[in-house]
């Protein structure tokens, strides 16, 4: 089987075979960024354009790495030092870009959809790497990839996602994607955080944080976006993370092997106690490592495509 | 290889497993006398087939020698000359070789011999994981018609062909009865 799409939008619009065969394709770029030489030539001569019209440092440096270790060129357009600032729209942005015979641009920005109606626009396969409150398809995937690692299995877990589910573009893909492949969802959160009706996908919602625990096997703690939302959603930094916060006693009681995972950056003292952050169940740096695994080949595999 | 999909070709046999394990053990010992002993030497199979075909000389040169050579798995996809050129994504496989190849001589193992692209993506995939002192090539079968200028230092059999036709290796690793098959214009798509 193939992957038969140009684009990588959202995790929503993928199929479980697709998803399964994404993490395949990750699997041997993990021995690559092992060696000493950590380069292939499967995209050389394709060029990768990193477009982030939203501030971010491991997302893009996570890309930039994938698209290097396969031997791409790999340009960084951000707006700040573009002529965004001057008024030129998404479109004819990305046109310019395209006309420098693109073969895939990565997309951020901060308007859901933003990546989806550029792919109508561009013969360059776009992926999204982050669309307002949308999705953020490839941290969905490396999550995936994270969990079966170290679980053997995605099928049957049960999972919780902890913290601001409302604003976070990362607990929706990796919502879709759990579901998607058999696991149980959990979301976990002061209700201000939750947003209405989202039961309706299939998943538990808990507003207390220790009811949520019993029988959980891997938690993902999401950051409080302090620069995105200010303090009105909960009383105090200290409440939020005595009632949300994970800590050694909150692991101790879920009674499991559990995996804790964190998109990062992780705030400590808030949303995960220093103790869980350095203990040898949280996978947080695994992440990062399975990151480039899974964006190499899933520059791979839409690089394959005429 | 896989097996075939839907009506099975006509098969014309080349080789059974008998001949097979002979010449197996007459390249081993090649192997061996050629390079004076096995000091310095490792065997890298080519995946898919050339993984247990390595794996058996690798048992027959203990069988000789006393000795278990280094085994490693290449997988030469993300090297191949085609990628991008085809209408569907070539399956990715891991490359295992967890001994460091510099300084080794360092025998290749592949099914067939056939265009050389196959082995020219494997020896630019060995020099990224190091610098051996010397790649050789052993094979089960050439078949000729290179399109690079390779050759290989130990061979099964060398069988004349068209280029149309198809050269089949089966395996019992692979879930078959050991045999080499010529099939006629069966579609080689796999190894160019």
Not at chain 1, 139 to 168: C, M, Y
Not at chain 1, 180 to 189: F, L, S
Not at chain 1, 295 to 303: A, C, D, K, T, V
Request: hydrophobic share 40%.
């Amino acid at each position: 089987m193939s992957l038969k799409r140009k684009d990588l939008l959202s995790i929503s619009s993928l199929s479980p075979e697709e998803i399964d065969l994404i993490l395949e394709a990750a699997e041997p770029f993990k021995e690559v960024s092992g060696r000493e030489i950590k380069k292939v030539p499967a995209l050389r001569g394709k060029t990768v354009v990193n477009l982030f019209f939203e501030p971010s440092t491991r997302t893009s440096t996570s890309f930039e790495l994938a698209a290097k270790r396969l031997s791409a060129d790999v340009i960084n357009f951000s707006p700040g030092s573009s002529s965004v600032v001057k008024g030129e729209t998404l479109l004819d942005t990305a046109r310019n870009i395209e006309s420098m015979q693109a073969d895939i641009i990565v997309l951020r920005h901060s308007s859901s959809g933003a990546a989806e109606s550029l792919a109508r626009h561009v013969r360059s396969s776009v992926i999204n790497a982050g669309d307002g409150w949308h999705e953020h398809p490839t941290q969905g995937l490396l999550d995936l990839f994270t969990i079966k690692e170290k679980k053997g299995r995605l099928s049957g877990l049960s999972v919780a996602i902890v913290g601001d589910v409302a604003h976070s573009r990362v607990a929706r893909s990796d919502i879709h994607a759990l579901l998607k492949m058999g696991a149980e969802v959990r979301v976990v959160g002061p209700p201000t955080m939750i947003p209405a009706f989202i039961e309706r996908m299939g998943v538990k919602v808990f507003s207390n944080f220790d009811a949520a625990l019993p029988g959980v096997d891997v938690i993902i703690m999401l950051r409080l976006q302090l620069e995105r939302q200010g303090r009105s959603l909960f009383p105090s930094m200290r409440e939020y993370a005595t009632l949300y916060g994970l800590n050694s006693e909150r692991v101790q009681r879920t009674g499991t092997d559990l995996l804790v995972m964190h998109p990062g950056p992780i705030n400590r003292g808030v949303e995960i106690s220093h103790e869980v952050a350095d203990s040898s169940q949280a996978a947080i740096l695994d992440q990062v490592s399975n990151g480039v695994a899974v964006r190499m080949g899933l520059m791979y595999l839409l690089s394959q495509l005429q | 290889m896989s097996s075939i999909e839907n009506q099975p070709p006509e098969e014309t046999p080349i080789m059974d497993g008998h001949e097979m394990g002979r010449a197996l053990t007459r390249i081993a010992h090649e192997i061996v006398e050629r390079n004076k002993g096995v000091k310095n030497l490792a065997l890298v199979g080519i995946r898919t087939a050339g993984v247990p075909l390595a794996k058996r000389l690798q048992k027959i040169i203990r069988n000789i020698e006393q000795v278990d050579v280094p085994l490693g798995e290449l997988d030469i996809t993300l090297y191949r000359d085609d990628l991008g050129l085809r209408k569907n994504q070539p399956v990715l496989k891991r490359t295992d070789i967890t001994f460091h190849i510099s300084d080794l001589i360092v025998v290749l193992v592949d099914d067939v011999l056939f265009s050389g692209r196959t082995i020219r993506a494997a020896m630019d995939g060995l020099m990224d994981l190091g610098r051996p002192a010397e790649i050789q090539l052993a094979v089960l079968i050439d078949r000729g018609h290179r399109q690079l200028p390779i050759r290989a230092n130990y061979v099964g059999k060398n069988i004349p062909t068209s280029r149309d036709e198809n050269i089949r290796v089966f395996l019992e690793e692979l879930g078959d009865h050991d045999r080499v098959c010529k099939l006629e214009s069966g579609g080689q798509v796999d190894q160019p």
